[in-house]
């Protein structure tokens, strides 16, 4: 069981490029989450799955395409990367059950993903 | 436009000692409500979420928050703190029709004093 994984763990990018981060996830989770930090700040959400095929915007998903391989895999995409773009990216997993009488989510991050665009 | 505020952007505490984390939010409806950690050791991690009733929600690690609608607060607590929560700490917002409005406010960093 490695939970929740991401590929790669750092990139340069120039810009305009384009690149793609994947993420995996072997807990069978129907939900999956895109997220970019920036210094200082707290996580806001790009896009988010649920199952396979199923894909929604988050705040800030303007610049970033997303796709489901299956519902392990969620890759994110940038067409033509900009510096604004610079971030680090977390890709997070969750599933919510009913805990005797009370909901219970349960959400497991990715170790990150490092992008720097010049 | 909900927002999600976290008055103390820096709190130390002694080992041992209670801690309560500050969270306010602006928010037409109730939401559900969430407190995110991150630390360099364990990465990001779910705390609690509150998605409604029962206005105490107990946690991972011993955390427990506290849901106040009159206050539209949803502090953060425990009883008692281990050198090993030293980290920042984040309270999210989001709507329940919809996640994609999920707001995080800007965190607050806790030091532990041995």
């Known amino acids: 069981n490695a939970g929740v994984t991401q590929t790669p763990k750092f990139r340069v990018l120039k810009t305009g490029q384009s690149m793609t981060l994947l993420c995996a996830q072997d807990?069978?989770?129907?939900?999956m989450y895109w997220y970019r930090q920036d210094p200082g700040m707290g996580l806001r959400l790009i896009h988010y799955?649920?199952?396979?095929?199923?894909?929604a915007k988050g705040e800030v998903p303007d610049g970033y395409n997303v796709s489901t391989l299956k519902k392990q895999n969620f890759l994110l995409g940038l067409e033509s990367a900009a510096p604004s773009q610079t971030s680090v990216y977390f890709c997070a997993s969750s599933y919510s059950n009913r805990d005797v009488y009370k909901w219970v989510e349960t959400q497991y991050f990715g170790p990150g993903t490092r992008l720097l665009v010049l | 436009a909900q927002s999600v505020t976290q008055p103390d952007i820096h709190i130390t505490v002694s080992e041992g000692a209670s801690l309560e984390l500050r969270c306010n939010y602006s928010y037409g409806a109730t939401p559900y409500l969430f407190w995110y950690v991150q630390s360099p050791g364990q990465g990001l991690q779910l705390l609690l979420k509150?998605?409604?009733?029962?206005?105490l929600v107990q946690g991972i690690k011993g955390f427990e928050a506290e849901f106040k609608r009159s206050q539209s607060s949803f502090n953060l607590r425990k009883p008692s703190v281990h050198w090993s929560d030293a980290a920042e700490y984040f309270c999210a917002v989001a709507q329940k029709t919809s996640y994609d409005k999920v707001i995080f406010g800007p965190g607050t960093s806790l030091s532990v004093i041995p």
């Open positions: 807990m069978n989770h129907e939900y």
């Open positions: 509150y998605f409604s009733g029962d206005t």
């Open positions: 799955s649920v199952g396979e095929g199923t894909t």
